[in-house]
């Protein structure tokens, strides 16, 4: 995740990143949260999956967030 987040902010011109998951994927949230992503809301019931209905996180990452994380960046390692 953090290879695709550098590319995303070192090599392509992208100031905003978006992720989208159901709220109990606790991988997915942990690997973004960890990549530095925030969660910036919650879509209520917004995904129906095998007739179920689930809420989705919206997490995000700008670029001033990325920029002001500590860790290395890929190219570096």
Known sequence: MNA?????????????LQAVTHTDNTAALT??????????????????HRGRRYDL?????LRAEWEALTRPRSWDL
């Open 31 to 48: 690997t973004l949260t960890n990549a530095g992503f925030i969660q910036g809301g919650v879509r209520r019931s917004a995904c129906l």
């Open 4 to 16: 695709l987040v550098d590319v995303a902010f070192g090599e392509l011109p992208m100031y905003r």
């Open 57 to 61: 996180a919206v997490l995000s990452l």
